[in-house]
């Protein structure tokens, strides 16, 4: 079965850094998707970036981008230039074979001004 | 665009009492996702639908829950009878049929049963 880790519990960073949230994520199938998803205080679930596993390049959207390392199973989100509204938790989601999508724990992003 | 629309957004009842949340999937996706989401258990996909046919209610809790969708604008989650344990946030989810890998979220409808 698939599994997807997030190992920090909680990050902090001081605005305008960059920060990287970190994901692994278990499977055997050798064409997939990855997500990030941002939950802000409002609760609303946000698509951040997607990475198709047959892609070699790495996705990026703005600020955000993604360090996908299929061998090693790794999906990190790096996000430049942090602002005050990035400040949420952060979801990394794997979608199987049949679309449902296996969700990290969540990793709470704290913005300091 | 107009996104997933949920109603309600907050919902405040009794144990017993039986609460039925909405969801407006965006026009033309044609596959529809139903989430509960608590400190506890996380994101628990609790059924989704595929042309209006539900594909997979494995995550359903138990029979006090039921889910529909009438048709490809509509789709409802019921419990009856609620009890406090059913506290959470539920989202709604939606995506195109062709291009199932982006899931689309609502603003979610947080329930609270006292």
């Known amino acids: 079965a698939q599994t997807v880790t997030q190992s920090q519990p909680e990050m902090s960073v001081q605005e305008a850094e960059t920060v990287t949230l970190s994901c692994t994520y278990d499977t055997s199938e050798s064409d997939y998707y990855l997500f990030w998803y941002k939950q802000p205080p409002s609760r609303q679930m946000i698509l951040v970036i997607r990475q198709e596993a047959y892609k070699q390049q790495n996705a990026t959207e703005n600020r955000f981008s993604v360090n996908f390392q299929k061998a090693a199973k790794s999906f990190s989100l790096k996000i430049s230039d942090s602002q005050l509204g990035d400040a949420a938790m952060y979801f990394c989601?794997?979608?199987?074979?049949?679309?449902?999508?296996?969700w990290g724990a969540g990793t709470k992003l704290i913005i300091k001004p | 665009d107009a996104g997933v629309i949920q109603s309600p957004r907050h919902e405040v009842t009794e144990m017993g009492q039986e609460v039925t949340l909405r969801c407006k999937p965006i026009s033309g996706h044609n596959s529809l996702f139903w989430y509960r989401q608590t400190m506890m258990r996380g994101l628990e996909l609790l059924i989704y639908f595929n042309n209006n046919v539900p594909i997979d209610d494995s995550g359903m809790p138990e029979d006090r829950f039921s889910a529909k969708m009438p048709n490809a604008s509509f789709s409802t989650l019921k419990i009856q009878p609620s009890e406090p344990r059913d506290s959470a946030v539920y989202f709604c989810a939606s995506s195109l049929e062709v291009s199932l890998e982006t899931q689309y979220f609502g603003p979610g409808t947080r329930l609270l049963v006292l």
């Open positions: 989601a794997y979608r199987r074979s049949d679309y449902q999508l296996i």
